[in-house]
């Protein structure tokens, strides 16, 4: 059965809406997935992530190998039960601990060997036990391990991770055991447009499930990022769902859907929340400052969230002044809200044919509106 079912190409971008079967759901893209790196997104629990539109959640290997363990995970009834989420799971495979845990790693072509953030236990990672691990934890669609390089990289080096992504993909599609998870490959080669096309083919002639784009949002410009997406995302197979790994602000997702990308994740809309930072349709926030102090309306008028329809820009203020953890919870629960809301309009913008416009004034405004707003702690 195909795993996925290209549904429209907008006419004057390279937009996509599709249509991704799971065993635990179908997922309409664009669509944006919130990470819940250990189990568990952020102080939001599933009913409420359900009610924001979310219909997909991300997980972390790496952090879960660690902590509680696999075989635990698995005694517990599998990843979905763990987390009490029903719907679709992604697992990332723990290649991008590779990137942001380099001073507890050390690569080797075969793997990597960490020294666990916890404790400094020895932990290694490779294909094998990467994929294996995925293969128990059960969730839907499953990542192969690659090594993701930092902004700037010498050359050298990245030319090495992207032979060691594509000769560990093939080891992942091999050791690969459970066929009803989605098996995606993962192209690789920063901002090195011959190396992405040569990581590209490779890993398209591999036939997996999906195709993911990694090594982005770790350092470039956001207009290094979207020339590289531009390029880089034709070369992967018009069948198959494309996902831009750990990418981005509202404009940087509006960008990569003109690109042709299907699926999204970042830690924004929560660790954001978690620091008075709010997305709005008429631009950012930062709930901290003096200016909300006895602000008697919502975080964003006309949103329909749980925070919106019962907490004032005042009382969030309050929260976060005293350290009360209603304060992360509930800016966190608005900005999920309006990122899969977000996702709702680029999708209902491409069945009605107003995405190219709209999206071009989108990204032009959402940037002025980022440069303008004010420092935290600003009295307005």
Request: with cysteine; net charge neutral.
């Amino acid at each position: 059965m195909n795993s996925f079912d290209l549904l429209k190409t907008d006419s004057r971008t390279a937009a996509r809406l599709g249509l991704l079967k799971t065993v635990h759901g179908l997922v309409s893209t664009p669509v944006f997935m919130p990470v819940g790196t250990r189990g568990t997104v952020k102080g939001i629990t599933p009913e409420h992530l359900a009610k924001t539109g979310t219909s997909i959640v991300l997980a972390n290997t790496y952090h879960l190998m660690i902590r509680p363990g696999v075989e635990v995970v698995e005694s517990l009834g599998g990843l979905h039960s763990l987390m009490g989420w029903p719907g679709p799971i992604l697992t990332d495979s723990g290649g991008f601990q590779v990137f942001s845990l380099a001073t507890l790693n050390r690569i080797g072509d075969d793997g990597v060997e960490f020294a666990s953030h916890i404790d400094g236990a020895k932990l290694y990672l490779d294909a094998k036990t990467a994929t294996a691990a995925q293969n128990k934890l059960g969730a839907d669609m499953i990542m192969c391990f690659d090594e993701c390089t930092p902004y700037p990289c010498q050359p050298q080096r990245l030319q090495k991770a992207v032979e060691r992504t594509i000769r560990w993909a093939g080891q992942c599609k091999e050791a690969h055991g459970n066929r009803e998870q989605l098996l995606f490959g993962i192209v690789q080669g920063g901002l090195d447009k011959q190396l992405r096309q040569v990581c590209a083919d490779a890993l398209a002639a591999m036939d997996f499930a999906g195709y993911a784009m990694g090594g982005l949002s770790v350092g470039e410009t956001h207009e290094q990022m979207i020339e590289t997406v531009n390029f880089t995302a034709p070369l992967l197979p018009a069948d198959k769902p494309r996902y831009l790994m750990g990418v981005g602000t509202p404009a940087d997702i509006v960008a990569a859907v003109r690109a042709g990308m299907d699926m999204f994740d970042c830690v924004l809309p929560t660790r954001n929340g978690r620091n008075a930072f709010a997305f709005t349709a008429t631009g950012p926030i930062r709930l901290r400052n003096n200016m909300y102090l006895k602000d008697t309306s919502p975080v964003e008028p006309g949103c329909s969230c749980y925070c919106c329809r019962h907490f004032s820009k005042g009382a969030i203020r309050h929260f976060f002044n005293v350290g009360e953890m209603m304060g992360p919870i509930l800016v966190s629960l608005h900005n999920i809200a309006y990122y899969q809301r977000l996702m709702n309009e680029i999708r209902q913008r491409i069945t009605d044919g107003t995405f190219a416009e709209w999206s071009a004034k989108f990204i032009t405004g959402y940037n002025e509106k980022t440069n303008a707003l004010p420092e935290e702690g600003t009295e307005l």
